[in-house]
């Protein structure tokens, strides 16, 4: 098993849709999680990080469930600039290493 | 915000030769960098830890002798590419922990790079 497992996609919506994705990961040990979105060619950037309590950022919501190891993000009202690869981000308890998910592959139409 | 940059962007070489890729940390310091590469339609995978004054720890499975590590100053670390080959090609990127929150970690541009 996979230490951080994605649903590659792509997932296809139109312009203000809502989509959700989820993550799992193997390590109950983990301590922190987030979100990168990638575009193509580009490096990873910061989209949010996930709080135990969730956290919300306009129209990004992250939540995070320890019991079941998963997190999740669910973007509102899409946008094409949403368009991007989501790549789920683990670090484990008393590292500062990143594992990443392989990404989600997100395509918004117009 | 923390920027980190990374030279060259891009570089096209012959199988055989050394290539060398250069992290900084613009306006922090960083004792600690992490090295990744990313094959196409692939997740970023951690290669190894630079660390400044002391040896790079290596990720299972990647060749320390291959990928040279240095970690010169508390800006900048560097990372060799020796004799490479067709299948060393891939999106290096670099990264360094924000100097406010460790758990958080600013990334490069990447460099792609291409044997030939």
């Known amino acids: 098993r996979k230490e951080v497992e994605q649903d590659p996609g792509p997932f296809n919506v139109p312009e203000g849709a809502t989509v959700a994705f989820n993550c799992t990961y193997s390590n109950s040990a983990s301590q922190s ?9 580009k490096e990873p950037k910061l989209l949010m990080s996930v709080y135990s309590s969730g956290n919300e950022d306009g129209r990004f919501t992250a ?17 094409l600039s949403d368009s991007a690869t989501y790549l789920c981000v683990v670090a484990p308890s008393g590292t500062y290493k990143y594992i990443f998910g392989t990404g989600t592959r997100l395509k918004v139409l117009a | ?4 940059s990374q030279h060259p962007s891009r570089v096209i070489c012959k199988s055989g030769t050394s290539v060398k890729i250069e992290c900084r940390s613009l306006d922090f310091q960083a004792t600690t960098m992490f090295w990744y590469r990313q094959f196409p339609k692939k997740s970023l995978m951690l ?4 660390n400044e004054g002391s040896k790079a720890t290596y990720e299972q499975g990647v060749e320390k002798d ?29 990264s360094a922990p924000s100097p406010g929150n460790y758990n958080e970690q600013f990334f490069g541009p990447g460099t792609r790079l291409t044997v030939l």
């Open chain 2, 1 to 4: 915000g923390a920027v980190v």
């Open chain 2, 47 to 50: 290669m190894a830890t630079s």
């Open chain 1, 63 to 79: 939540q995070l469930n320890r019991a079941s190891q998963y997190i999740s993000l669910l973007i509102r009202d899409s946008k």
């Open chain 2, 66 to 94: 291959k990928f040279l590590i240095n970690h010169a100053s508390l800006t900048l670390s560097t990372l060799t590419v020796t004799s490479a080959h067709p299948e060393d090609s891939s999106f290096y990127i670099c």
């Open chain 1, 33 to 41: 999680f987030f979100w990168y979105r990638q575009d193509c060619r």
